[in-house]
């Protein structure tokens, strides 16, 4: 069998291994802890399920424009306008199946082979496989502090004649880390000064702890017009717990959504009426469960660190936002997968390894399940990591082949 090369250059998907692993386990009746979880635990909003399901009820359940429906699109013209402080109009939204299309779309509108995408590490395990889909070259950039927040010479001293997309992911998946506003600032700048393709990823924008405010990139844009090469990629699965409506959208000039649009009609056509119905229940709606939601992550994020604390040896930087903290596990293992597969087996706790987001030697550890998981968990990966031994793992690891291709669905 003949296969591209493009083909060849895609790793299989971290989480969605894992999560099969897991279910595995738990078929045989093992007490597993799912603590590398991409998705809030949390119900879909009521209005979001009230409009959904009276779209339901008229069993006109149809085709719609490929790039939303206009009811869709007037609901993300006035979330932009409050929570990004910009004024759209219908020809700067496109909404997608997922944050996740809107981003590969834009990438596939702007992008030539042989073109670079920059972007920060830790970065979200797609986007490497998303630039090499478009036939590009994907560029982590590591902050030379060894921090989780770049600056803007960590950017800068990384383009060459072949960059053309930056993509930045604020709040962080997967360390939590919020970029500064005045990063966002010098990001937007720098781009627009070098006409560069900025991508903002902003799907964990309201998830944000310890009383800070979400930033606008449009706040520091010169060019809003036509000319803008900014692009901010929102969607429903984070914020609202909406993970398997699959509904996102992008915000850009108008020459690019058309554009966008038109390759996503040839991909997938429109999203599903269903699903954008019930986007419009939860952008129009109550909009209670979105802080609820926070404050129960921002809850979950102080336990997960008194419980880390207790371990000696692991390092982690108290996360800004999202449901994710990337924990430092050099102290016992530099190979983060071998170390995942270690506490799978003697733990049966389940944790997505750093090296899928350019960090070896650390793990991802979720904080969007329950408290009993988080707290249970962490004592059980305490116990494992105190008598770990490196040499132990690899014998183990010989044992785990199910476990060797690790990498996660999205938003």
């Known amino acids: 069998m003949s296969i591209s090369e493009i083909a060849k250059s895609i790793g299989e998907s971290a989480t969605l291994k894992l999560n099969a692993t897991a279910a595995a386990l738990r078929a045989k009746g093992e007490p597993v802890i799912h603590l590398g979880g991409g998705e809030p635990k949390s119900k879909a909003p009521h209005d979001a399920l009230t409009s959904a399901a009276a779209l339901l009820n008229t069993g006109e359940v149809r085709y719609t424009p490929a790039d939303g429906i206009p009811a869709l699109k007037q609901a993300i013209i006035d979330y932009t306008e409050e929570f990004y402080r910009h004024r759209v109009e219908p020809r700067n939204v496109m909404a997608s199946g997922g944050a996740k299309q809107a981003i590969m779309v834009a990438l596939q509108t702007v992008l030539n082979p042989g073109d670079e995408v920059i972007f920060p590490v830790p970065y979200w395990v797609s986007y490497p496989d998303m630039a090499r889909l478009c036939g590009a070259v994907p560029v982590p950039v590591l902050p030379a502090d060894g921090s989780y927040y770049p600056c803007l010479d960590d950017i800068e001293q990384s383009v060459t004649a072949k960059t053309r997309v930056v993509i930045i992911n604020s709040p962080n998946n997967p360390s939590g880390a919020m970029y500064s506003a005045e990063f966002i600032r010098d990001v937007v700048r720098f781009c627009e000064r070098q006409d560069l393709y900025l991508i903002m990823d902003d799907i964990y924008q309201r998830l944000i702890f310890d009383g800070r405010k979400a930033i606008s990139c449009f706040d520091f844009a010169e060019e809003k017009g ?3 090469k900014l692009i901010a990629v929102n969607g429903v ?3 609202y717990a909406m993970t398997g409506f699959r509904l996102g959208w992008a915000v850009a000039s108008a020459p690019l959504i058309k554009v966008m649009g038109r390759i996503q009609g040839h991909q997938t056509s429109g999203p599903s009426a269903l699903s954008q119905q019930a986007a ?7 909009q209670s469960s979105v802080e609820d939601l926070r404050t129960t992550l921002e809850n979950n994020r102080d336990i997960l660190m008194d419980q880390l604390s207790g371990i000696e040896g ?3 930087t108290k996360p800004d936002g999202t449901f994710y903290s990337l924990v430092d596990f050099r ?6 997968l071998k170390l995942a597969q270690y506490l799978i087996e003697e733990a049966r706790v389940v944790t997505i390894p750093g090296v899928a987001f350019g960090l070896d030697g650390h793990l991802r550890i979720s904080y969007c399940g329950s408290i009993s998981d988080i707290t249970q968990g962490i004592e059980r990966i ?6 770990y031994s490196p040499k132990e793992s690899s014998q183990r690891s010989a044992r785990a082949a199910d476990l060797e291709s690790l990498t996660e669905p999205r938003a």
Not at 331 to 336: A, L, N, Q, R
Request: charged fraction near 30%; proline fraction near 0%.
């Open 314 to 316: 692991v390092k982690v």
């Open 331 to 336: 102290h016992y293992e530099e190979d983060s």
């Open 382 to 387: 305490k116990l494992a990591v105190a008598s």
């Open 280 to 286: 419009i229940g939860a952008l129009t709606g109550d």
């Open 237 to 239: 699965s984070k914020q």
């Open 226 to 228: 036509d000319e803008s």
